[in-house]
């Protein structure tokens, strides 16, 4: 069993069966560290099941993760027919107040879906 024999680590060592164990160079110290390591790595994992469970049931609700769409379905549809009809990706982005880039992303995911 460790404790610490003052109120903080940092002001005193750490004393396991009433001898200092001095973690790094010691065998008993080594153990220490290694349970501790365990007990982290054991916990890690119960942290990241419990996120994929909760992300799952969180997707069965309808929950849409990541950033919102700058662009709603309907704007996406009028700035491919401004782009048919001849418009600059340049002009439509400033229609809409988004960057260029955004435009050409959204026509190119609208195009693959026709």
Known sequence: MC??????????PL?????PVDFPTTPAGRMVLTVFA???????ELIRERTGTGRIAAMKRGVRFGRPASLSGEQTT???????????????????GVHKATIYRATAQTSQLD
């Open 78 to 96: 009028l700035a491919r027919r401004w782009l048919d009809e001849g418009k600059s990706a340049r002009e439509v982005a400033k229609t809409f």
């Open 3 to 12: 404790r610490a024999v003052s109120p903080g680590l940092a002001n005193g």
């Open 15 to 19: 004393m396991a069966s009433g001898s």
């Open 38 to 44: 365990g007990l982290a790595e054991f916990e890690r």
